[in-house]
């Protein structure tokens, strides 16, 4: 319902931490965020199962997603 500070960060399998895909102060409302399926380096990733890590102010969800390459 209003603006926050927001960060998205992928991690493999294992928790190892592979790239940061947002810090950003974002409004209210829904966003897009897409990602390459590259670490931060630029080096592709194998396909597999990943974990994406969503944080606010006082609120932190972590899901897991396919990643098909």
Known sequence: PEEQRVSLRIYDINGRYVRELLVASLPAGEHTVGWDGTDRTGKSLAS??????LETVGEVQTRKMLLLQ
């Open 48 to 53: 597999g199962i990943y974990l994406y890590r």
